[in-house]
């Protein structure tokens, strides 16, 4: 019951907080850590491996202990601003954080040293781990997930500037005061508060997480307006000045965790900013001037000084004869020894000359001040290099690094900020080479942070978050584990909350004196975004239909209004799966629809269909070096069945390739490979075959393809008025007038039924289709979805690249051979294909499979096996009941499935094996009658 | 994202582009088919890539890139 305030609030300011359900007064918009120092609350906290109790140690963002509950989830004392009604809870102990049961495990601390886990419960034949865990996560977690929460909203904003500052204290003010000219556009962000400066566009409260190669900057601004939880910023900036400022370094000493002891910057940004005083009777340890700075300064804040600690012998500056003169204790050539007291009560201090004198201090209060750790983490998160500078103590950003320059606390300038600011703005801006600013260290900095331990004495911790002792990094040393990043990895030093900021150069320091290595050779940790915790919600897919929009047919909305299921086909495009009347199933509505296609007439919209005009004096070479079929042969008003190869001989792609004029083919591929195919055509056109002319032009959404097939269709053509040639042939392709506009209409399908494809531009397509779906009715037209269509190709035999296509078949696995003429002199696969044929190694091969039990329909992916034994041989591609054969039906891939034609095989069902007879893959119509009419 | 030097359209994003890698010379009987089809060099260094500006100019660059940097050199 230290704290107090300086200073009352001011009752138009006044507000109630809760925590751990007890009320306390605060001034709005102070931080919860502010409160609950004000009002005397120093233990907030318990400690995550240990349960000891903790208080508030920092301020802002770098607060290693102070994590709080609240119904939103989990946040920092320090960065919870103070309104009515804000209620929180403290973490990790129960009942409280003054009396915590599990607190009992600090007395059995010798039993849980660096690593535990894995030496008590992970050794040779150990089995204990698995239930072990379950009972350490219990007692260790800390916080609880909330189970009901709102969804937080998060809105995503992209900005463009020339320069951004990260920071907006001195350096980054003296930045932004350099960008003044006309067109430069500046971004200023800070994690606080950010002033205008008319000129710069100033973020406040927003804290910049990540830069990354190609300057680009990931920013959360908090609450940027009532309704709007936070706005993820994606920030691409020509040049940066990352003027990120430094956090203080703690002291290491026994009892250095126990509440009451802060970091002298913290209490003095709590006296000045929240007219708040951590304690009565402050003490201060130091290695540097600034705990004298220091000291004045909080005697001017009016907050008490019970002495100087200092680890150097006749250092102080000027400040210490003043201190000295208002009657100050300086303690010098000393450190603490330990603290003591629960919250803290006192230290004893010991001498550094080897001499076991010591000294007693009564104190409520403790102030470390350990000289400044700069925040280099955006400078190395891209990528920038550190160098380790000896005066300072600390690593720096070793230069600016892709147009990002440090400045200030940051750059190790935190006593000339200003200079460094304006002169980083100045180089950042393109101007000429100016000379470095000179380091400033903290006066007279003695690098020396750990006291003497003391055998018997309490724990001294470098990490406060993960529950790290100086004695643990030791411990790792000597156990093996003496490289920076494996010591992190096995006692998990810098891995909590701030992540690493307070901790990690004590760490570093422990460790290089435990193997006699300089800090420089000890090396550090790699920096890695975000800089601080990110709730999820702000990388998260917003949903809606903006964020991933479906690609839709000129019908689509036609579908939908006569209830149709539509699916998520290929390359994003929405389409009827299958159009179910009032009460009908999906086996029901897809067997109605096959029976219309094989008895009457069916409609497909088969407009995502891949579209691509090919055109030029070499087109016929073109296509004939891209596919494996010989298409410079083809008639003006012909189409043949083509395939694409990889360069591996497999199967890439087919579809039908259709020449409307000697210079001009039209071609079709498949759906989901429309994007790849258009990648292939440029590739083969721009880098394989730069010496033909020819162009390619995809017009996958310029043409809709309504397809009408089945025994009446030359019936509802007639009926619909429309009139293709009469003699147009199988695979013929002619060009007609539709509803006043140029359209094209081929004798091609893929249902095995008489089939007209109509290409008509899509906003005719609307009208041809009410117009064939009305002119048919009386022949009992139906539409049809994607569902009717895969089982009439079953039923027919054709591949479907996405089924039969796996990436190991090739053309004649898939009896397409066919299709590849192989005497053409080169085309994309024709060697590794050649080298197929001449390889006597059994292929997978196409077959058709007849379950024995005619209404079993074979799962698709099933395996087929071998009849001798348990062996995968194959697998089911496809698999439909067919209407039109009274039967279930599939088609597999199998080894050597040809040599099986007539034979059975075994398939692989959930709970047993389906017996299957293996039959040529053409069910319905095998010899082609029905779709050559 | 890091930005792709695009001759056409300028410093786009990587999204924009397809990275194609190492330029892949045709099997031509000089080197065994499976290396031919599927072995990289995967230098360390300067590398040439092939790029195809998707959602840009659709043209196919060759960059120049230091692998062991990351950054496009001229």
Redesign the interface.
């Known amino acids: 019951m230290s704290g107090y305030r300086l200073k009352p609030v001011e009752p138009d300011a006044r507000v109630t907080v809760r925590f751990d359900g007890r009320d306390f007064e605060a001034r709005r918009g102070e931080s919860l850590a502010a409160t609950l120092l004000a009002a005397g609350e120093t233990t907030v906290a318990r400690s995550f491996k240990y349960h000891r109790p903790r208080g508030i140690v920092a301020h802002g963002a770098h607060e290693p202990n102070a994590l709080v509950q609240t119904k939103d989830g989990m946040a920092l004392a320090t960065q919870l601003d103070a309104r009515e009604g804000l209620d929180a809870r403290a973490v990790n102990c129960w009942p409280g954080p003054r009396f915590d049961l599990a607190g009992v495990l600090d007395r059995f601390g010798a039993l849980l040293p660096a690593g535990f886990p894995y030496k008590t419960f992970m050794g040779p034949g150990g089995r204990a781990w698995p239930f072990f865990e379950r009972v350490i996560r219990a007692l260790a977690g800390l916080g609880t997930l909330p189970t009901q929460t709102r969804p937080l909203r998060i809105e995503k904003r992209h900005a463009h500037c020339e320069l951004l500052i990260v920071g907006a204290g001195e350096a980054g003010r003296a930045a932004a005061a350099q960008a003044r000219r006309p067109g430069l556009r500046t971004i200023l962000a800070d994690d606080g508060a950010c002033p205008d400066f008319g000129h710069v566009t100033s973020l406040g409260h927003t804290t910049v997480l990540a830069r990354h190669e190609g300057g680009l900057f990931l920013a959360l601004e908090r609450a940027p307006h009532p309704g709007l939880d936070a706005r993820l910023w994606k920030i691409r900036a020509g040049a940066a000045v990352l003027a990120t400022g430094a956090v203080e370094r703690p002291l290491v000493f026994a009892g250095n965790d126990r509440p009451g002891v802060m970091l002298l910057s913290a209490i003095l940004a709590y006296a000045r900013r929240d007219f708040v005083a951590a304690g009565r009777r402050v003490l201060i340890a130091c290695n540097n001037d600034e705990g004298y700075d220091g000291a004045l300064a909080l005697a001017e804040a009016g907050v008490g000084i019970v002495g100087i600690v200092d680890m150097r012998l006749g250092a102080g500056g000027p400040a210490r004869a003043r201190l000295e003169r208002s009657g100050v204790p300086i303690h010098e050539g000393m450190a603490i020894g330990a603290a003591r007291g629960v919250p803290v009560a006192g230290a004893r201090l010991v001498r550094l000359d080897g001499t076991d004198a010591t000294r007693d201090v009564a104190c409520d209060a403790i102030a470390m001040a350990g000289g400044h750790t700069p925040l280099v983490h955006l400078h190395s998160h891209a990528g920038g290099p550190l160098a380790y500078a000896g005066d300072a103590a600390a690593f720096l950003p070793a230069g600016a690094h892709e147009g990002a320059w440090s400045a200030g606390a940051a750059n190790g300038r935190g006593l000339a900020a200003a200079a460094d600011g304006a002169r980083a703005a100045r180089l950042a801006l393109g101007g000429p080479a100016e000379p470095e600013i000179p380091l400033s260290p903290a006066g007279g900095l003695l690098a020396r942070w750990e006291s003497p331990p003391a055998p018997g004495a309490d724990k001294a911790f470098v990490d406060f978050g993960s529950d790290v002792t100086a004695a643990d990094i030791r411990l790792a040393a000597r156990e093996g584990y003496d490289g920076v990043e494996l010591l992190k990895r096995y006692t998990a030093t810098g891995m909590a909350l701030d992540q690493g900021r307070t901790s990690n150069m004590n760490a570093l320091d422990v460790l290089a004196r435990a193997r006699g290595l300089s800090p420089d050779r000890a090396g550090t940790t790699t920096f890695r975004p975000p800089f601080l915790p990110v709730p999820f919600a702000a990388f998260a897919d917003p949903g809606g239909p903006l964020w991933k929009p479906s690609r839709v047919t000129p019908l689509t909305a036609w579908h939908e209004t006569r209830g149709a299921k539509m699916y998520e086909s290929g390359a994003n495009w929405r389409r009827p799966g299958y159009y179910p009347r009032a009460g009908e199933t999906l086996d029901a509505a897809c067997a109605r629809e096959c029976a219309a296609v094989r008895e009457a007439a069916g409609i497909y919209d088969s407009s995502p269909l891949g579209k691509f005009e090919v055109a030029g004096p070499d087109a016929g070479a073109f296509l004939d070096f891209v596919y494996a079929t010989r298409l410079s042969d083809l008639k003006p008003g012909r189409g043949r069945y083509a395939l694409q190869l990889h360069e591996d001989g497999r199967l890439f792609d087919d579809g039908i390739v259709f020449r409307l004029a000697p210079e001009r083919f039209f071609v079709t591929t498949t759906t989901g490979n429309a994007d790849a195919c258009l990648q292939r055509f440029s590739y083969c056109r721009q880098v394989l075959r730069p010496d033909l002319r020819v162009v390619v032009a995809s017009v996958t959404e310029q043409w809709a393809d309504l397809v009408l097939c089945g025994p009446r269709a030359r019936d509802v053509l007639a009926a619909a008025a429309i009139d293709p040639p009469r003699d147009l042939p199988f695979m013929g392709i002619a060009g007609i007038e539709l509803a006043g506009r140029p359209a094209l209409v081929a004798r091609a399908g893929f249902t095995g039924e008489m089939s007209f494809e109509m290409f008509v531009p899509a906003s005719s397509a609307p009208a041809i289709w009410d117009r064939l779906l009305s002119a048919g009715a009386a022949f009992g037209i139906a539409p049809v979805g994607s569902e009717a269509n895969h089982v009439l190709r079953i039923e027919k035999g054709f591949i479907s690249v996405g089924h039969e296509g796996d990436g190991i078949a090739g053309p004649d696995d898939l009896g397409l051979g066919f299709a590849v003429h192989a005497d053409k002199p080169d085309f994309v696969g024709r060697a590794a294909l050649m080298r197929d044929r001449a390889d006597p190694a059994p292929r997978p091969q196409l077959v058709g499979l007849l379950a024995r039990d005619p209404a079993f329909v074979l799962p698709e992916g099933a395996a087929v096996l071998r009849a001798d034994a348990a062996v995968g041989r194959g697998f089911v591609t496809a698999s439909c009941a067919s209407g039109a054969l009274g039967r279930s039906l599939a088609l597999a891939l199998i080894e050597d499935g040809r040599a099986l034609i007539g034979r059975d095989v075994a398939v692989a069902i959930d709970g047993g094996i389906a017996g299957a007879h293996v039959v040529r893959p053409a069910f319905y119509d095998p010899q082609g009658a029905r779709q050559r009419g | 994202?890091?930005?792709v030097p695009c001759p056409t359209c300028g410093?786009r994003e990587a999204g924009e582009f397809?990275c194609?890698g190492e330029?892949?010379p045709?099997?031509d009987?000089t080197r065994p088919?499976a290396e031919?089809?599927?072995a990289r060099d995967n230098l360390k260094g300067p590398v040439a890539e092939?790029w195809?500006h998707?959602a840009g100019c659709?043209?196919?660059l060759t960059l120049r890139r230091n692998s062991a940097t990351?950054a496009f050199v001229e």
């Open positions: 994202m890091r930005l410093p397809v194609f330029p892949r045709r099997p009987g088919l031919a089809i599927y092939l195809w998707r659709r043209r196919w990351n």
